[in-house]
């Protein structure tokens, strides 16, 4: 059986509602076993007496997450801004058109701009705008159709796997402390945003990158009902 980022055909195969719940049964196994796994990496740290939980924050811990800002911002960053602009750096430009490429190359700056939002001066705001132009145009004109079109033919499937292992990685810098001690536990905890990324993945290729979006937006709804609650 080939492994969900494989599965870049099924549209051709299968219908939107089998896709859809294959995607959602996938993310269901995957989110349980990666907690589990996240489960016994603590096991493991508490059993030499540390716990690793105590030693960084992640921003992923609605505790953690109350301290980045207002309630308003926490909570439109979890469950618009990060969706949206996640999705368009990571997985947007999986169609290989250029304009939407060069989009998902401005949406870096932005997704910087969203995030100091709350510090930056009309100055730094106007830099980062042009930031946002300047890659975008850069992209756009500086490439061309032909060329992504070759790059999909020979890489489509690299870039895939590409973005989900980055989409995993990114979220490293979630973390507020970094010691080579940590690292298994940093990566358990990785695990569960690559695992996440690869059922939106799943979504994007075979159903358009807005079905991505809302299960980016249906995987962080877990957090923002915790940080209600909280």
């Known amino acids: 059986?080939?492994?969900?980022?494989?599965?870049?055909?099924d549209r051709k195969n299968h219908s939107k509602k089998w896709i859809?719940?294959?995607g959602l049964l996938f993310w269901l196994i995957s989110r349980i076993f990666a907690m589990l796994l996240l489960m016994g990496c603590n096991a493991v740290y508490n059993a030499f007496g540390v716990n690793?939980?105590?030693?960084?924050?992640?921003?992923?811990?609605p505790e953690t997450a109350r301290n980045l800002g207002s309630a308003i911002y926490v909570m439109l960053t979890i469950g618009i801004a990060a969706p949206?602009?996640?999705?368009?750096?990571?997985?947007?430009?999986?169609?290989?058109?250029?304009?939407?490429?060069?989009?998902?190359?401005?949406s870096i700056p932005a997704y910087i701009l969203w995030q100091h939002i709350q510090s930056v001066n009309v100055t730094g705001a106007?830099?980062?705008?042009?930031?946002?132009?300047?890659?975008?145009?850069?992209?756009?004109f500086l490439t061309s159709d032909s060329f992504w079109t070759s790059q999909k033919r020979n890489l489509y499937h690299l870039y895939i796997w590409l973005s989900a292992i980055a989409f995993g990685l990114i979220h490293l810098i979630a973390f507020s402390q970094y010691d080579l001690m940590l690292i298994p536990y940093m990566l358990c905890v990785i695990n569960v945003p690559f695992l996440a990324g690869c059922a939106i993945t799943y979504y994007?290729?075979?159903?358009?990158f807005w079905?991505?979006?809302?299960?980016?937006?249906?995987n962080n709804l877990p957090g923002i009902i915790m940080l209600l609650l909280v």
């Open 1 to 9: 059986m080939k492994f969900i980022l494989s599965r870049t055909d």
């Open 126 to 140: 106007a830099l980062y705008i042009a930031a946002i132009a300047g890659v975008f145009a850069g992209l756009y």
């Open 20 to 22: 859809l719940g294959y």
């Open 84 to 106: 949206l602009l996640e999705e368009c750096i990571f997985r947007l430009g999986l169609s290989f058109k250029r304009w939407q490429i060069a989009l998902a190359g401005a």
């Open 211 to 218: 079905w991505g979006v809302a299960l980016h937006i249906f």
């Open 204 to 208: 994007r290729v075979n159903l358009g």
């Open 52 to 61: 690793p939980e105590s030693l960084t924050n992640f921003a992923g811990n």
